[in-house]
């Protein structure tokens, strides 16, 4: 497992109990404490990790011989991990993200990085909704494994399947990965909508809408139609808008209290994918002449085009037509 954050950590941390996993993060402190003390208070609080989980500081260590490499590091610094890693990687080992992002300028999905610097290795990805405290706590979750290549999925699906944590296939990369990123650009809105006191019913239309112009876009990009109706899409959608532990959701709350984007994301200690995401989906929205109204707003106001305000009272203004209409 490449990675100490929060989701990284209960990854390799549920995995434990089915084979020997390592962990690589770059903060001493934090290999420390998950080797002397089973716990990441950093991202984790006090919730107990696997004892059989062993973590280190040596990239070369925690990969050299691994029959597969779990990728849990945000996309701005995707590229330049892997690239340390590839030359340690074994053979027919898989690599799988569980990143949620794009890569910035070249617009590349994880998957898509991973083929390019490992072009002999299949490539997948772990993704759905997936709280990390709550899985940690021990509460039912499912995610869903996209990977190229069917027997390595044989093989890596039973290691992920822990206790009340159930991992389901699926063929299609493109569309669970993209639905990993487009969910916290939708929660962001939700959050803006939340923090101005919105309801339920406010909040059930923009999750809607917001699905919609995820799967206009996840097709339009080679993605099918049904994985967004599905635990990558729909599901991680719903978890992400609704749920106090999100932190795309926290921005949005806090961008309504009239912050700047700058000062929310410098006091937080995990990413917002969301937030580098917008403007890369709206790049891609307009090479493919897609309206998307909610995406395009919450560009707006994390680029200071626009106020949350401004952008919450446009949204609740838009016109209706048909269901099944763009917009």
Known sequence: MIGGGSWGTSVASLMSRNADVILWARSSETVTEINQSQRNSRYLADLALHPNLKATTDLGQAVKGADAVIMGVPSNSFREVLINVVGDLKPDAPVISLTKGLERGSRLRMTQICRELAPHHAAGVLTGPNLAREIMAGQAAASVLALDDPAASEWLQPLMNVGLFRVYTN?????????????????????????????????????????????????????????????????DMIATCTSHYSRNRH????????????????????????????????ELAKEHNLSMPITQDVYKVITGKSNARGVYRGLLRTSAGAESDPG
Not at 251 to 257: F, I, P
């Open 171 to 235: 063929p299609d990369t493109i569309g669970c990965e993209l639905a990993g990123v487009f969910k916290n650009i939708i929660a962001i809105a939700v959050g803006m909508g939340d923090g101005f006191g919105a309801g339920d019913n406010t909040r059930a239309a923009l999750i809607t809408r917001g699905l919609a112009e995820m799967t206009r876009l996840g097709t339009a990009l080679g993605g099918r139609a049904e994985t967004f109706a599905g635990l990558a899409g729909m599901g």
């Open 251 to 282: 921005v949005g709350m806090e961008l309504a209290k009239g912050r700047r984007i700058d000062d929310i994301i410098e006091t937080m200690h995990m990413v917002a994918e969301g937030v580098k995401s917008a403007p890369t989906i709206m």
